[in-house]
């Protein structure tokens, strides 16, 4: 198989100017969609994930749409919106806390109060209660998460209501259901501990989820993961459980449990539009973790030729890539781990270092600009950052600031009681197995004024 060169990020850590410069030849990569170069608003009354990364995924009926942007905020220049954005900020002062995730483009990240990934952003939403509104700059599962454990009274909003997350999709609530129904017609009574007091299933779900599925976790006896605790949930799991049921994303419970000595053989993929998953009764009999049929479009671009390419072009390169990557990608790694993993490793090498780095491009692309003294790529040759990642422009954060500013609550993301109590529930059992690993970051001063 031929390769295709790998492309080394520039040291600007913006995103949307490598793929403005893509289109116009001014560089000579790859993009998977030129229409990146387009405002997002081009996309909002479509159907579909938008360009980037998912835009094959199949969207669900009934996601959420996202209004029409006033044009305002369609027809100006990033810096104006910059100015307008610092200015909202500015009047609201510790009114608002902007948060960023890990794979927000530059020009948002740039305003956000904390940067990091989901559960840290979480967390820091729940540390922040003076603040009368959150705005998420993030997908709609972090957004509902924000919700869960923030305040009653704070408002968290998603400046993109399209801005939600194709895996997340993979897994809903009445397909879970189901599958619940039919794993019970196969191992009996669900909640009937055996001798040693384990129940045939506890069902554990990755933080990429609804909060109806967090909610349902929470129903049953289970737990929330991220990519950074999957290990601590899953012991946590398998003391109070024969199995896990895993969901939505078949590569972080594959390669975790895998880590863990858990054989593939007792890893059964459940495939929600098939009877019993595709599976025998005597193999969910004999499992020990059932892996949803769910992954990570971003991640899944990633491949072990891609690495084997890395190595003979930068040889003693350092190769990291997220969990979400299928297992063969992380066997042939160096290292796994979630976002902050991946940026305390750079963050914490002393000699220069050439990285190739598994994950989304906005944070590798942020880190090269960042670590100039290594050398840091995306394994992925061709610039595809996550689609629904990439809803969140500037033009939609000045007008949920301004919005703000002049009294008024857009977008704002509100889980029901009723999935709500659950949902905690799950959540609150994840914070009792581990604690974070590390708060969010702090931004600069400079961003926060
Ligand atoms: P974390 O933010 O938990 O690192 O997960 C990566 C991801 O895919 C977020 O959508
Ligand atoms: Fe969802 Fe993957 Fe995008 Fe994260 S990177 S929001 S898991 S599609």
């Given at each position: 198989m031929s390769a295709t060169p790998i492309t080394l990020v520039p040291r600007d850590a913006s995103v949307d100017h490598t793929i403005q410069a893509i289109v116009t030849g001014d560089q000579t990569a790859e993009t998977c969609n030129t229409d990146l170069a387009l405002g997002p608003w081009n996309f909002d009354t479509r159907p579909g994930y938008g360009p980037g990364s998912s835009m094959g995924d199949v969207i669900p009926v009934g996601a959420p749409r996202q209004g029409e942007l006033p044009q305002e905020y369609r027809d100006t220049t990033e810096e104006d919106l910059a100015r307008r954005i610092r200015a909202a900020k500015e009047t609201l002062g510790e009114r608002v806390l902007v948060l960023g995730h890990f794979y927000q483009r530059e020009e948002v990240v740039q305003h956000a109060d904390y940067v990091g990934d989901s559960f840290q952003l979480a967390g820091a939403a729940k540390a922040s209660p003076e603040a009368e509104a959150i705005v998420f700059c993030g997908v709609h599962f972090m957004a509902e998460t924000a919700d869960l454990l923030s305040r009653p009274d704070q408002a968290v909003i998603l400046p993109n209501l399209a801005a939600g997350c194709s895996m997340a999709d993979m897994a809903n609530i009445d397909q879970v259901e189901e599958c619940w129904e039919q794993l019970a017609d196969v191992l009996g009574d669900l909640d009937t501990p055996d001798e040693d007091g384990r129940v045939p299933v506890i069902p554990?779900?990755?933080?990429?989820?609804?909060?109806?599925?967090?909610?349902?976790?929470?129903?049953?006896?289970?737990?929330?993961?991220?990519?950074?605790?999957?290990?601590?949930?899953?012991?946590?799991?398998?003391?109070?459980?024969?199995?896990?049921?895993?969901?939505?994303?078949?590569?972080?419970?594959?390669?975790?449990?895998?880590?863990?000595?858990?054989?593939?053989?007792?890893?059964?993929?459940?495939?929600?539009?098939?009877?019993?998953?595709?599976?025998?009764?005597?193999?969910?009999?004999?499992?020990?973790?059932?892996?949803?049929?769910?992954?990570?479009?971003?991640?899944?671009?990633?491949?072990?030729?891609?690495?084997?390419?890395?190595?003979?072009?930068?040889?003693?390169?350092?190769?990291?890539?997220?969990?979400?990557?299928?297992?063969?990608?992380?066997?042939?790694?160096?290292?796994?781990?979630?976002?902050?993993?991946?940026?305390?490793?750079?963050?914490?090498?002393?000699?220069?270092?050439?990285f190739a780095v598994g994950t989304e491009i906005n944070l590798v692309q942020r880190l090269a600009a960042e670590y100039p003294q290594h050398t840091i790529f995306c394994l992925d040759p061709v610039v595809c950052p996550c689609s629904t990642m990439y809803r969140i422009h500037p033009g939609y954060l000045a007008w949920v600031l301004e919005s703000l500013a002049a009294g008024e609550v857009v977008n704002r993301i509100t889980v029901p009681d009723e999935v709500a109590d659950p949902a905690r529930v799950a959540l609150e059992r994840m914070l009792a197995a581990k604690p974070p690993s590390s708060p969010a970051l702090r931004a600069a001063p400079e961003a926060r004024a």
């Open positions: 554990v779900t990755y933080m990429n989820s609804s909060a109806a599925i967090k909610g349902f976790v929470g129903r049953h006896g289970g737990i929330v993961c991220t990519s950074s605790n999957a290990h601590t949930v899953l012991e946590w799991a398998f003391a109070r459980g024969q199995r896990v049921l895993f969901f939505p994303d078949q590569h972080l419970g594959r390669n975790t449990a895998k880590a863990m000595g858990v054989a593939l053989e007792q890893m059964p993929l459940w495939n929600p539009r098939r009877p019993l998953g595709g599976s025998t009764p005597e193999t969910l009999r004999s499992s020990r973790v059932i892996l949803w049929h769910g992954f990570c479009s971003v991640h899944r671009r990633f491949t072990v030729d891609q690495i084997e390419q890395a190595r003979r072009e930068h040889p003693g390169v350092r190769v990291i890539v997220h969990p979400e990557c299928p297992m063969d990608v992380v066997d042939a790694a160096d290292e796994s781990g979630s976002t902050d993993y991946i940026r305390r490793a750079i963050a914490g090498a002393t000699a220069p270092t050439t």
